[in-house]
């Protein structure tokens, strides 16, 4: 009953926050993930479970279906950026007709971040009105004391190119998308 609770408080915000800015609240609603929580080395497992190989900037995934693992912002990482097997917003080769299992990790204290798949490439707007958003996460919470929010949502995409970007005002414009 908690967790629901500060869903709907996250929610609210959200709703807030984009009405404040000028946002469509359809781009602020959640989208069908619940954040969880996570310690410092339970993020460590979690980024470890990523099933891709680095090869320079691009991270190649190969089977039926793929585990990808982003976070945002890892200490060492430029705000804001996300990283993936530790290369900044870096490009994902994914086999077309693939299941995509996607973890989303906030390590960024004091900021919500999102992780939404988009056929609009760059450049985006300060205000970012990036539609149609194809899956993702919606605002993360910003991380509580001592731990760090993390969801996890399921993509099949068809054969394409796709851009995965942060929807918070400013995020993708400075360079927070791959």
């Known amino acids: 009953p908690t967790m629901h609770k500060g869903r709907h408080v996250a929610a609210g915000l959200s709703t807030i926050l984009a009405a404040a800015l000028g946002i469509s609240t359809a781009m602020a ?4 993930t619940s ?3 996570a310690t410092l080395p339970q993020v460590k497992a979690l ?3 990523d099933s891709g190989k680095v090869s320079g900037k691009t991270v190649t995934y190969s089977g039926k279906t793929v585990h990808v693992v982003a976070a945002a912002v890892l200490p060492g990482f430029p705000f804001p950026s996300f990283e993936i097997h530790d290369v900044k917003n870096p490009t994902l080769d994914i086999p077309a ?3 995509v299992d996607i973890t989303f990790i906030n390590t960024n ?3 919500g971040h999102s ?3 988009t056929k609009k ?3 985006y707007a300060v205000m970012p009105v990036i539609d149609p958003i194809i899956a993702g996460t919606g605002f993360s919470p910003v991380p509580k004391s001592g731990g760090f929010g993390y969801t996890d949502f399921t993509w099949r995409p068809a ?3 796709y851009y995965y970007v942060c929807q918070i005002p400013g995020h993708a414009a400075t360079g927070m998308f791959g």
């Open 29 to 32: 609603a959640p989208l069908d």
């Open 35 to 37: 954040w969880k929580m």
């Open 47 to 49: 980024l470890a479970k």
């Open 97 to 99: 007709g693939a299941t």
């Open 109 to 111: 204290k004091g900021f």
């Open 115 to 117: 992780l939404d798949i």
């Open 121 to 123: 490439g760059p450049p």
């Open 159 to 161: 054969a394409g190119t």
